[in-house]
């Protein structure tokens, strides 16, 4: 009986050894698995930081095809758990903001960033069952940045976003929206200026044509950000005729300063015209280039007689907005911030 009853002690020491080990062994992977928990939240912390830093840079990237921007602010955004993020981290996102395409080829196009990483991180006991003393927790994040799905411009005029006095100092990637000057003239040739040209898409403009887009607004075809436009600044005296008409005549619309400078009004919302921005060349503005962005023109005065002196005056407004994808507003042809979609 004694005999049973000193086998019966030792077992329960035994088994009590045994809970323990398995208790301790329980608790040191739980200081595993949580220490990887707050690994990958400080790593997801740091891909969504750096993800909506670059994907800010994105209007300079479209326009220059040069992502330097947007590589210098995704690394810049590295904190001391996520030190070392580089640009091989990074790929350029296109299509939808609800099914992203990374990586997206046309850099023209690309709408967000998505930024992938993989941490190694040191584990303090499940060493002890692999032998790997670190575990690689990855962990990827998508923003979006995006642009505007398709604006109809009022008139078949475009305005030259060079700096001035070449342009209107056009910068999508200002601070709160693009800026660019606020009062303008858009002059055409043989202006000294030479700031405006008339434009159409996927044709060359005449008279003809480029009258009916001033007196059919509705005509005009949806464009988008790097669309290839066709341009013509020389004189088209009907056209700008059709302009004058359109805005200066006493017995409808009659566009001023007082308007534009004005409260909003119907009056000035009639007389304000959505018209495409363009990088232009040096001399005259003809062929094919790419629209830039958008800008809010209120119509101040138009001059078409004589032809040399060519002009339309007015206000314009640069972070104009415009429906997009969700999470900002749109500012011309990008939001005001990116949002992270995935």
Request: hydrophobic fraction near 40%.
């Amino acid at each position: 009986m004694k005999h049973l009853k000193s086998q019966h002690g030792v077992a329960i020491i035994y088994v009590t050894l045994f809970l323990m080990v398995l208790g301790l062994l329980f608790f040191a992977l739980g200081i595993d698995v949580g220490w990887l928990a707050y690994v990958r939240s400080q790593g997801q912390t740091a891909v969504d930081a750096a993800a909506l830093a670059g994907a800010a840079g994105i209007p300079n990237y479209n326009r220059t095809d040069d992502n330097t921007v947007v590589d210098s602010l995704i690394t810049a955004s590295n904190n001391s758990v996520a030190a070392g993020l580089k640009i091989d981290d990074r790929q350029f996102c296109g299509g939808s903001s609800s099914s992203p395409e990374c990586p997206w080829s046309n850099s023209k196009t690309a709408a967000g960033v998505k930024v992938t990483r993989t941490f190694q991180a040191p584990v303090f006991f499940g060493r002890l069952l692999d032998g790997k003393s670190n575990a690689d927790i990855t962990v990827s994040s998508t923003a979006w940045l995006g642009g505007v799905q398709g604006l109809r411009p009022d008139l078949d005029v475009a305005i030259c976003g060079n700096p001035p006095p070449a342009g209107v100092g056009y910068n999508p990637s200002a601070p709160g929206g693009p800026t660019c000057s606020t009062s303008v003239s858009v002059d055409f040739s043989p202006s000294t200026t030479n700031n405006g040209a008339w434009w159409a898409f996927g044709t060359n403009l005449n008279a003809s044509n480029c009258r009916g887009f001033v007196n059919n607004p509705d005509t005009i075809p949806f464009v988008q950000s790097q669309d290839s436009i066709n341009l013509n600044n020389g004189q088209i005296t009907s056209c700008m005729k059709a302009i004058e008409d359109r805005f200066k005549n006493p017995d409808s619309l009659f566009c001023t300063p007082a308007i534009c400078n004005g409260p909003d009004s119907p009056t000035k919302r009639a007389c304000t015209v959505i018209i495409p921005i363009i990088t232009c060349p040096g001399g005259p503005i003809t062929g094919s280039l790419d629209v830039q962005g958008f800008a809010a023109m209120c119509i101040t005065d138009v001059v078409s007689n004589p032809a040399s002196d060519a002009s339309i005056n007015g206000n314009l407004i640069c972070n104009v907005t415009a429906d997009g994808v969700p999470g900002a507003p749109f500012f011309g042809i990008y939001p005001d911030h990116a949002a992270l979609v995935r």
